[in-house]
């Protein structure tokens, strides 16, 4: 594992779902992820990157307002998932895993704070 690394991005029609993953043992293990946050970014065409959930160390979830109610945030000891459901041609875009170090109840909002960040998986949603 050279770092974190995104999965399941895809074409899907409106009101559809994807499931994303994200590997991450090797480099929760190697940064001590007990106190590491993960998160799941999107970054549509001109837009700026934004958080749309995250998952604490001890297991509270996030999410962006628009979000709620659709997409489900998890993680076992092998990798971080984004499940994603009546999707949204507003959801479209670039999708990124990201881990945030040293946090323990609540995971940062900005890219900033984000350490160690994955290359990307794209998600299409056509109407």
């Known amino acids: 594992q050279v770092g974190l690394v995104e999965s399941g991005g895809g074409s899907v029609q409106a009101r559809g779902s994807l499931r994303l993953s994200c590997s991450v043992s090797?480099?929760?293990?190697?940064?001590?992820?007990?106190?590491?946050?993960l998160a799941w970014f999107r970054q549509g065409s001109g837009e700026e990157r934004e958080r749309v959930a995250a998952i604490s160390p001890t297991g509270a979830t996030m999410y962006a307002e628009y979000v709620k109610g659709r997409f489900t945030i998890s993680k076992d000891n092998k990798n971080l998932y984004l499940q994603m459901n009546t999707l949204q041609v507003s959801g479209a875009g670039s999708y990124y895993c990201a881990e945030a170090s040293q946090y323990l109840d609540y995971c940062p909002v900005r890219t900033w704070n984000y350490d160690i960040w994955g290359q990307g998986t794209q998600v299409t949603v056509s109407p």
């Open positions: 090797e480099v929760t293990f190697r940064r001590d992820g007990r106190v590491s946050c």
